[in-house]
């Protein structure tokens, strides 16, 4: 499943996941930003319990994620462990791979989720899963925060002057 041509914003991709709710567990994520009727559908649908909408702009968005590892049990030790998963893909508007680091809020991008079913304490749903993001226009991240924003003075200059030896008092 595809949502085509929607701005995005908070893009976690490959090197930079974030941290689940009221969790230190990881998952990759992007914030898409969608019409009201397309919100509706998204909850109607039970990809989400209830919409969502931007602090500063009002506008609907949804949450679409990928957790970073799952947790499988060892069937030699009992034991729980972590395995890795791959991160989604991320692409031009070309098909070519692109430096997830780059992509700002505000990009446009074609994102690309699988649906899937979940139980968990006796409840069920449906989730998205976040598969890959083609960047059809790109907003470039350009940081924040740790640039130098100082006025720095000059520094002043001494001049050494050299005297012949002779004519130094003692």
Known sequence: MILKNVKIKWPRLGDNPGTKYASDETEWSVDAYLSADDSKQWVADGYAQKERFDNETGAPY????????????NPVSGVMEKSPISPPFVKDQYGDEMDQSIIGNGSVCNIQYMVRDW??????????????????????????????????????????VEEDDEDVPF
Do not use: C, M, W
């Open 62 to 73: 949804v949450k679409i994620k990928r957790n970073t590892h799952f947790n499988k049990k």
């Open 119 to 160: 139980e968990y304490a006796g409840r069920s749903g449906k989730a998205p899963t976040l598969v890959g993001v083609q960047v059809v226009t790109l907003e470039e991240y350009s940081g924040g925060g740790t640039a130098d924003e100082f006025t720095y003075a000059a520094k002043p200059t001494v001049d050494i």
